[in-house]
């Protein structure tokens, strides 16, 4: 049995919940978790077409990008159309489950799909974040590769193309066990000398608790000695937009006509620019905040949505920022997560949504 949970747990090991912004509403916004799916719809935005669809498709749970929900409902009387959606929903016992900034901020995400449909090569995370904490412990040495690999299964010492990462380092450890320990090692109210590993270890800060009770399992003494440090350190995993190159370096206009093809565009907001493209730094949706890094980190062309007016003269003609639309930027997200979920739930009623939910039009 499929239910609206299991699609959330298998999601949620991809793009953690705890990756998304302070301001946003991801998760399950409508509907039970145990509840059982007759079959799933994909849509960037819920809106009332959405939930029709899913009705005629019999699809019991509607995954949207954007959530529907930011702020909080103190009535439901179908004033706008986010009650109205809210109502259809739950009246036709239908979840809606939201996936935003977490899937926009993991290095396989939003920002790679809108790569991908570009061609960009040699792609990393423009801004990554600062999420990464280290774990030291001291265990005895017979006990070391046990414990490592109850932390490595647990999710820790992955570190980019690399995994089961760790240090260790052979030195003594001395207890007095007291009249109540129940020691695995020595005698109570005698001084023991342990040979121990000191073992240091790195994993993103949001599963710390994961680690910690992995640790607490394996480690075979009574009260485990251990501490966590914030690092300063950088997760390449994790964090806004992205950088690539193209295969080929481009003059501006050649660019421009590479990214009304690529994206299906009847239109571009840009700068003037006077250079040839090569470094592409991207945003899905509104990434105007991401400007300062795409200069940082010498990007010729910066495209993403909602730039605002005063907001391209930033650019200073240092790059080519381009608006291509926050719809344009990130309606490549449906098939990413119809790729994702059907890798893993074959012979079930996946289905792309074929509402077009842009709400600007363009007069050509």
Same mark, same amino acid.
């Given at each position: ?53 899913? &009705? ?30 809210? &109502? ?112 240091? &270890? ?157 709400? &600007?039009?363009?007069?050509?």
């Amino acid at each position: 049995m499929i239910t609206v949970n299991s699609i959330i747990n298998y999601l949620e090991q991809i793009a953690p919940g705890a990756l998304q912004e302070h301001y946003d509403n991801s998760g399950l916004l409508t509907g039970s978790p145990m509840m059982e799916l007759t079959g799933v719809l994909i849509c960037l935005d819920c809106t009332e077409p959405v939930i029709d669809e899913a &009705i005629s498709k019999k699809a019991n749970m509607v995954i949207a990008h954007h959530p529907i929900l930011f702020k909080g409902l103190k009535s439901l009387t179908g004033k706008n159309y986010i009650e109205r959606t809210i &109502i259809k929903a739950i009246k036709n016992d239908i979840a809606i489950y939201a996936i935003h900034t977490n899937l926009d901020n993991i290095i396989a995400g939003v920002n790679k799909k809108f790569a991908d449909r570009l061609g960009l090569l040699n792609t990393k995370i423009l801004k990554p974040l600062k999420n990464l904490q280290k774990l030291v412990t001291f265990v005895p040495t017979e006990n070391t590769n046990n414990v490592l690999e109850k932390l490595h299964n647990a999710g820790a010492g992955n570190i980019g193309n690399y995994s089961e990462c760790s240090f260790s380092v052979t030195g003594t450890g001395s207890f007095r066990p007291n009249d109540f320990a129940k020691p695995v090692v020595g005698e109570k109210n005698i001084k023991e000398l342990v040979i121990e590993d000191r073992i240091e &270890i790195v994993f993103p800060k949001y599963i710390a608790n994961i680690i910690v009770a992995a640790l607490k399992d394996a480690h075979p003494y009574e009260e485990v000695a251990y501490y966590l440090t914030d690092l300063e350190n950088k997760n390449q995993e994790t964090g806004a937009g992205m950088i690539g190159e193209l295969p080929e370096e481009m003059s501006a206009e050649a660019f421009l006509k590479h990214l009304k093809t690529s994206l299906d565009l009847s239109c571009i907001r840009h700068t003037n620019y006077l250079g040839n493209i090569k470094n592409v730094a991207i945003a899905g949706g509104a990434g105007s905040f991401l400007l300062h890094d795409a200069l940082q980190q010498n990007a010729d062309a910066f495209v993403t949505g909602d730039v605002k007016y005063h907001d391209f003269f930033d650019a200073e003609s240092r790059l080519m920022y381009c608006d291509v639309g926050h719809y344009e930027s990130e309606v490549g997200t449906k098939e990413l997560l119809y790729d994702l979920l059907t890798k893993k739930f074959t012979n079930f009623a996946l289905h792309l949504s074929e509402c077009i939910t842009n709400p &600007i039009k363009y007069y050509k």
